[in-house]
């Protein structure tokens, strides 16, 4: 799950950085606030990854748990 989360992070976070910060890392002029979104841009696509992934598995041990009807 982590590993998945990690890739899809990777490409998101990439993407994303490159549309919102692309002036700042093109002038080279990265600052500690600009490092920060930098690092919240990649942790967002994380955290939601991760949450999807466990709310299914919540989901599914619900639907199919003892006393569940399908």
Same mark, same amino acid.
């Given at each position: ?13 990439t993407? %994303? ?8 890392l093109?002038? !080279? ?6 490092? %920060?979104?930098?690092? %919240? ?7 939601v ?17 003892p !006393?569940?009807?399908?």
């Amino acid at each position: 799950m982590l590993r998945k989360a990690s890739g899809l992070t990777a490409v998101v976070g990439t993407i %994303l950085t490159v549309i919102n910060q692309r002036d700042l890392l093109l002038a !080279g002029q990265i600052a500690k606030v600009s490092v %920060l979104k930098i690092l %919240l841009t990649y942790a967002v696509p994380f955290c939601v990854s991760v949450y999807s992934v466990l709310a299914m598995a919540r989901e599914r041990r619900e639907t199919s748990g003892p !006393g569940a009807t399908r």
